[in-house]
């Protein structure tokens, strides 16, 4: 049996079943997968209901119905697959489309994973999308969304741009659709559908570039130098996919002249970029890292609904909820980066870390953490914990790093699960970025244990590691 076989298996016991319930993640990954699934499987005219969970933990399994429809757990389930068996759940009523490191277990359940067959740099998003082009070749109009599950999963991240299938089916089948639009050598920046162009400069740090990156009035001034028009005769500001293709060049140039001159590297300055045609200029919709983002706010605060109704094609009032939510998410997370910078972090040997309590909702201090990382030492990764208003006796913690850390044998993932366990916690997520429930009183020693298994790491990876 191979990945292809798994699909295959999966879509025709999807097909077979009477009635679906699909349980997904509420990020942008899961939001899509969601939303591929449902729309696969309702034009198969098979009833489908959908169930959103921040984790699956015995907390939420409550959430899902005991009745008897199959059962599709989506971005979720290979890692917690004795939960379902405590639940009762019988192989036959299970599906698990996911791409994350999973469980052993006595019963075997339908398994569609991407990750033992070596396709690393694919997400959830990209397995449920396959298994809909199993179900009816005429799905390839859901391969959009499955390019921005996976570039918010970042899948992209560390080889600027998708790669394996992801790419070369996904992606493929996208552009033969006509709603996916691939730019290879683009700029590596976040922000360019909707950000004046020296903002977008500014706020990105990946690669760090000196005198821009953290930076605004030094972006703007460097644009200036270069003869590059910012603003519209009316006083807009111009976003990057805005500006012509000659003087893209030109900025680009200037960018990796300044990268050398300060001994950097200039591999990341460029990258494979998506972008959606169909969709209005200077909205978060225009390319796959800023919908992802719109989709993650609807997930964090708790609507993963509106972000499938986008998805769906709603352009009306969910999307305008999705917009005030996307404000409100930003706000919030520059209020928490102020916090952690202005309250510094404690510095291990291997990490830094910095506990928020109840001040931030836990849905987001990953992302602010991640986003404090290149203004602290980014060449340790940061852990923030916070409390679970769920369970006051549950302490979420979340880790991000970079890849130049991934890159001398870091695995966050691993660390996390690792170290959860031994407290009777669970981890999950990716080797740049994860997190982990555990018991709020065993937090210090937790921390320590960490920061140990990241030195294992690093002095498994070689000496120069250290």
């Known amino acids: 049996m191979g990945f292809c076989d798994d699909v295959k298996t999966a879509a025709e016991q999807i097909a077979a079943a009477p009635e679906i319930t699909i349980i997904s993640h509420i990020d942008a990954d899961g939001i899509a997968c969601e939303a591929i699934l449902s729309q696969a499987i309702s034009r198969r005219e098979i009833p489908v209901r959908s169930v959103f969970v921040r984790q699956l933990e015995p907390l939420t399994m409550t959430q899902v119905p005991s009745d008897s429809s199959l059962k599709v757990f989506t971005d979720l389930g290979a890692g917690q697959q004795n939960l379902l068996l405590e639940r009762g759940f019988r192989e036959k009523e299970v599906i698990i489309v996911d791409h994350h490191v999973s469980q052993p277990c006595k019963r075997q359940y339908t398994q569609v994973n991407c990750l033992p067959y070596g396709h690393t740099r694919m997400s959830a998003a990209g397995v449920s999308y396959l298994i809909a082009k199993q179900l009816d070749g005429a799905n390839i109009d859901l391969a959009k969304l499955a390019v921005i599950g996976n570039v918010g999963d970042m899948m992209a991240r560390e080889k600027c741009g998708l790669v394996g299938p992801a790419r070369d089916i996904i992606v493929e089948d996208g552009v033969r659709h006509q709603s996916v639009e691939v730019r290879k050598k683009d700029l590596n920046c976040y922000g360019t559908a909707t950000r004046p162009l020296y903002l977008s400069l500014a706020y990105n740090d990946d690669p760090y570039i000196q005198g821009i990156s953290n930076n605004p009035e030094g972006a703007r001034q460097f644009l200036k130098r270069l003869g590059i028009r910012q603003q519209k005769s009316d ?19 200037a960018l990796a002249e300044q990268l050398i001159a300060n001994g950097e590297r200039v591999d990341r300055l460029l990258a494979e970029t998506y972008g959606f045609p169909d969709e209005i200029p200077r909205t978060p919709l225009r390319n796959a890292q800023e919908y992802a983002t719109l989709l993650n706010a609807c997930g964090r605060w708790s609507k993963p609904q509106v972000g499938g109704a986008i998805l769906r094609g709603d352009r009306g009032i969910a999307y305008r909820d999705a917009e005030h939510m996307l404000n409100n998410h930003r706000a919030i997370i520059r209020n928490l980066l102020q916090f952690i910078l202005d309250s510094g972090v404690k510095e291990l040997e291997n990490l830094q870390y910095i506990h928020v309590g109840g001040r931030y909702p836990d849905t987001i201090v990953g992302i602010g953490a991640g986003m404090a ?31 130049r850390v991934v890159e001398k044998g870091v695995d966050l993932q691993k660390a996390l699960n690792d170290a959860s366990t031994e407290y009777g916690g669970g981890g999950g997520g990716h080797k740049i970025a994860a997190g982990a429930y555990i018991p709020k009183t065993a937090e210090q020693e937790f921390v320590n244990r960490v920061n140990r298994i990241l030195g294992e790491q690093l002095a498994a990876a070689g000496p120069d590691n250290r």
């Open 235 to 253: 006083g807009r500001w111009f976003v990057w996919e805005e500006i012509p293709v000659e003087e893209r060049r030109i900025i680009i140039s």
């Open 373 to 403: 990382l290149s203004k602290l030492n980014s060449a340790k990764p940061i852990l923030i914990m916070c409390e679970v208003p769920e369970d006051k006796g549950l302490t979420k913690v979340s880790m991000r790093t970079n890849e």
